[in-house]
C-alpha cells in the first residue's frame, strides 16, 4: 500500500479480499481467511461497540510517562463495522458509565490505536 493505513490523513483504511470478500483492518495485501490477494478499501468508520472494558490503571514506567494532569481512566473497546470488521480503538466518551454494547460509534484513524466517538444521528447509518 502507498499509504499506512493508520495514517491520520487516510482516514479508516482496510482491504477487501478479491475473492471470498472478506474485508479487515488494517490493511493487508493477503486475505487472512483464504490467502489470496486483497486490494485497498475504505471502511466506513460507521459501527456498533461489540465489547468493551475500562483501563482504570496507569500503564507500569518505562515507556509510560504521565500526562501533566495525571492519568485518568478510559474506556477501550471493538467496534464492529458495518463491513463485519471489529476494530479496536480507544473510546472517546465524556461519561465512562454511558458505555453499551450495541451503541453506535464512529471510528477514525489516528496515530497508533483507532479512535471511536458517539455517532450522531445523520452518522448511524454512513
Known amino acids: 500500500?502507498?499509504?499506512h493505513p493508520r495514517s491520520p490523513a487516510t482516514g479508516l483504511k482496510g482491504s477487501r479480499c478479491s475473492g471470498c470478500l472478506v474485508a479487515v483492518y488494517p490493511a493487508d495485501d493477503a486475505c487472512p481467511r483464504c490467502g489470496?490477494?486483497?486490494?485497498?478499501?475504505?471502511?466506513?468508520g460507521a459501527g456498533t461497540l461489540w465489547t468493551w472494558t475500562v483501563q482504570r490503571y496507569a500503564p507500569k514506567s518505562p515507556p509510560y510517562q504521565a500526562p501533566p494532569?495525571?492519568?485518568e481512566?478510559?474506556?477501550?473497546g471493538y467496534v464492529e463495522l458495518k463491513e463485519g470488521v471489529r476494530v479496536a480503538a480507544?473510546?472517546?466518551?465524556?461519561?465512562l458509565d454511558a458505555v453499551r454494547?450495541?451503541?453506535?460509534?464512529?471510528?477514525?484513524a489516528g496515530?497508533?490505536?483507532p479512535r471511536?466517538?458517539?455517532?450522531t444521528l445523520g452518522e448511524e447509518g454512513s
Open 73 to 76: 481512566p478510559f474506556a477501550v
Open 1 to 3: 500500500m502507498a499509504t
Open 101 to 108: 454494547i450495541g451503541m453506535p460509534l464512529m471510528v477514525t
Open 116 to 119: 471511536a466517538r458517539p455517532a
Open 90 to 95: 480507544v473510546l472517546d466518551v465524556d461519561d
Open 69 to 71: 494532569g495525571g492519568f
Open 111 to 113: 496515530r497508533g490505536v
Open 36 to 44: 489470496g490477494p486483497a486490494d485497498p478499501a475504505a471502511l466506513s
